[in-house]
């Protein structure tokens, strides 16, 4: 189903405004999106009233800037309207004035035929006067039969007295009475109400919100909606004051809306919607808060091996040992820094799951366990998460761990983790990987995996991202939160956190849990 008008676009942060004249420069669709769409900072609309400090009473000088800039539009609509009535008269007095030279010139060449035709006749009697002198009865009748000869040709008697064009203009009359009816009834646009969101109609799935409103009586005159949202960690009615700005929507056509491909990183967001009308928007409907769940994490870049070089959530191998370099570079910055408290990393905030793996330090991950794990822990529901990586990294590998995972342990090698693999060294082989116990898969390599994770169900499942085919599924029983884990050699990977488990892969999940897969565990 189609979401939203086609001409919708996603803009930046701006502002929020009261009720003002939206500009007119046209059309008006994403931070991913989709939709596609141009980015704009706040500013304001056409006509944009005075503010004022809300609770203090507006100085006159408000309302005297308002009702000028009212007076100027006003001015300027019907200055508007004249052209356009000029216009139009011009062109139907161009009309009248082709009609009136083309029946001229008919009626005109007409009359000359004519004037031409009596000169002819006056040549035909002056014979006939002669003709009737004349004693002689042979030359008599040979003159009368030339006489009838030439009456027979004669173009006064091929004429027609009827005029070729009519002087009768009616066909170029004009009745204005609907259209003085109509400008008669020309007043100010009114306000639009407010909207009304319908939060039984909304939904938040598979990373896409769809917002749906309805207005509370009908009104015609409406252009235009716009959507306001911005993202929040707080539960309940929007707060007056956010960190998060409110994103905008603009030039939407109808009451329903999809903002997709969404990265959840906070847990709720708020919503509010106005419509607009050619002149002016009308209020912001009550704000709605929306539950965006989905599993956020980042990569614990303390703690990965010290050839893996972590940016947010990007990793690449180094084979000169980046993170090394990075922490010595680290050191120097901060050399002659003393550990006070502001300093200390104690102050910071963390998520009641995230964690700190105990065993910290360039040291966590060594030798040939070129491993990073998240920071955030999975003891319960289910979760997915997606890596897009390097095809032609030597290894790769994704999957879960414990973190009690050891410091020279491979993912996959031990019975604290479970993966799938890829070896493009000296061999290629893509394989599921516990305890050491590995099971060739026999599907095509993606470019990226989706990983979805039950953990009351102890249900791992592989799947590729793009078409949500199953890769692979474990089936085990976890006995301690286990940690989302990565594995790399000569390569790169890109992981995308913030995602909800999509329904295909729930319908899936639902489906093999009635029937044993293909795919089956290893022993």
């Not at 000169?119 to 009737?132: C, F, I, M, R, Y």
């Not at 960190?243 to 969404?262: A, C, H, K, N």
């Not at 959530?313 to 408290?341: C, F, H, I, M, Y």
């Not at 884990?485 to 899936?508: D, H, N």
Request: charged share 25%; net charge positive; glycine share 8%.
């Amino acid at each position: 189903m189609q979401r939203g008008g086609p001409r919708a676009r996603t803009t930046s942060p701006v502002v929020p405004r009261g009720r003002g004249r939206p500009g007119r420069g046209g059309g008006r669709r994403s931070p991913f999106v989709g939709g596609g769409g141009a980015e704009r900072r706040g500013r304001p609309g056409m006509g944009e009233q005075c503010r004022v400090v809300p609770g203090d009473p507006p100085p006159p000088r408000c309302a005297q800037d308002n009702s000028t800039r009212a007076q100027e539009d006003l001015d300027a609509e019907f200055q508007s309207l004249f052209a356009l009535l000029d216009e139009l008269k011009e062109d139907m007095v161009t009309k009248i004035k082709q009609e009136r030279a083309q029946r001229t010139y008919e009626l005109q060449a007409q009359l000359a035929a004519c004037t031409k035709a009596l000169e002819s006749s006056e040549e035909l009697l002056e014979a006939a006067n002669q003709t009737l002198g004349m004693a002689n009865d042979h030359e008599f009748h040979q003159a009368a039969k030339q006489i009838k000869d030439s009456v027979t040709m004669a173009p006064a008697f091929r004429l027609s007295l009827k005029a070729k064009a009519s002087d009768n203009m009616s066909h170029l009359m004009v009745d204005f009475a609907q259209e003085r009816r109509v400008l008669q009834a020309i007043a100010f646009l009114p306000v639009p109400s407010t909207p009304e969101i319908d939060l039984a109609e909304s939904l938040v799935a598979d990373n896409c919100v769809t917002l749906s409103w309805r207005m509370p009586e009908e009104d015609t005159k409406i252009d235009h909606y716009v959507l306001e949202y911005r993202r929040t960690n707080f539960e309940g009615p929007p707060r007056a004051k956010e960190d998060q700005p409110w994103m905008v929507v603009e030039g939407i056509r109808s009451t329903e809306y999809t903002l997709p491909r969404m990265r959840f990183d906070m847990r709720y967001m708020n919503f509010r919607v106005r419509a607009c009308n050619k002149a002016v928007a009308g209020e912001f409907s009550e704000p709605v808060t929306l539950e965006t769940r989905a599993f956020t994490f980042r990569l614990d870049a303390s703690t990965c091996h010290q050839n893996l070089r972590v940016e947010e959530l990007s990793v690449e191998w180094d084979a000169t040992g980046g993170k090394l370099q990075d922490v010595k570079a680290r050191d120097k910055d901060g050399k002659g820094r003393t550990a006070s408290p502001a300093n200390s990393p104690a102050r910071a905030v963390q998520s009641p799951k995230r964690t700190s793996l105990g065993r910290g330090g360039r040291d966590r991950f060594t030798a040939e366990s070129y491993t990073v794990l998240g920071d955030t822990l999975i003891d319960g529901d289910d979760h997915y998460w997606e890596v897009q990586f390097d095809r032609d990294s030597k290894a790769f590998g994704v999957g879960v761990a414990y973190r009690s995972l050891g410091k020279f342990d491979q993912l996959g090698k031990t019975s604290a983790s479970w993966c799938l693999h890829l070896n493009n060294w000296l061999q290629v082989s893509f394989s599921a990987k516990h305890a050491n116990k590995a099971k060739v898969l026999d599907v095509p390599v993606p470019d990226c995996i989706g990983v979805h994770c039950n953990f009351p169900e102890g249900v791992l499942s592989f799947y590729n991202a793009r078409t949500k085919q199953l890769l692979h599924t474990f089936r085990t029983r976890f006995t301690q939160p286990v940690l989302p884990a990565f594995t790399v050699w000569c390569g790169s990977f890109q992981v995308s956190s913030g995602l909800q488990v999509p329904s295909a892969v729930r319908c899936l999940q639902k489906r093999s849990s009635t029937a044993s897969s293909s795919n089956a565990s290893l022993p």
